[in-house]
């Protein structure tokens, strides 16, 4: 099992490209979430999923949209990238979903910076 | 939301030393996790613990759900336990974890 994957690791953009971070799971987990981490602020939740095609808001969800179209992918969007968006991306999952998140896996981080 | 607080802030020790860390949180839980982030970035589940004692290890944990607490014992330590410890919390039938701001440890040899 390969567990959480994220890519890319790094990536620089310009303020108002858009892209996408991408996050594949291989242990069949029904819950998968994105979270930013900045300096000082620990992890904020950005979206989570419960299953395929069920998404929702987390405490930072402003300037990102996200999709899950399969149990195994859960991409995070920035639309119009801008500089308060420069931070570390995790993507994580968990098998168990409904009575609360299970033990939750992490992937190794993508590191986005927006100029 | 539920407010999690780690302490301390910032911990520095010699190798071989015992330490304990703290997180405290402001409602029922029913969901309790400790991670450890090592100095590359790695985020590692170290334990699952909504209720009660659990040790993996020179590692032990307890969480008293009552008195909205718990504690992060680590004995012996070694250089390779340090990193950021955070403590995350949820509440029942809520998917979203909330993370405490973490505990950053030093292990000098």
């Known amino acids: 099992n390969a567990g959480v994957t994220q890519t890319p690791k790094f990536q620089v953009l310009k303020t108002g490209q858009s892209m996408t971070l991408q996050c594949a799971q291989d242990?069949?987990?029904?819950?998968m979430s994105w979270y930013r981490q900045d300096p000082g602020m620990g992890l904020r939740l950005i979206h989570y999923?419960?299953?395929?095609?069920?998404?929702d808001q987390g405490e930072v969800p402003n300037g990102y949209n996200v999709s899950r179209s399969t149990t195994e992918d859960f991409p995070l969007r920035l639309l119009s990238a801008a500089p308060s968006q420069t931070s570390v991306y995790f993507c994580?999952?968990?098998?168990?979903?409904?009575?609360?998140?299970?033990?939750?896996?992490f992937g190794e981080g993508s590191r986005l910076t927006v100029l | 939301g539920i407010q999690v607080e780690q302490s301390p802030p910032d911990l520095i020790l010699q190798e071989g030393a015992n330490s304990t860390l703290r997180c405290n949180f402001s409602?029922?839980?029913?969901?309790l996790q400790w991670f450890h982030q090592n100095p590359w970035g790695q985020l590692i589940n170290l334990f699952y613990?909504?209720?009660g004692t659990k040790q993996n290890g020179r590692l032990s944990a307890t969480t008293v759900a009552t008195e909205r607490y718990s504690l992060l014992y680590i004995s012996s330590s070694q250089t390779t336990d340090s990193g950021v410890y955070f403590c995350?919390?949820?509440?029942?039938?809520?998917?979203?974890?909330?993370f405490g701001t973490g505990t950053r440890l030093t292990i000098i040899p």
């Open positions: 994580a999952s968990s098998l168990e979903s409904g009575l609360g998140t299970g033990e939750l896996f």
């Open positions: 242990m069949n987990h029904e819950y």
């Open positions: 999923s419960v299953g395929a095609g069920i998404t």
């Open positions: 409602d029922s839980v029913n969901n």
């Open positions: 613990i909504p209720s």
């Open positions: 995350a919390v949820g509440n029942f039938g809520n998917e979203k974890l909330t």
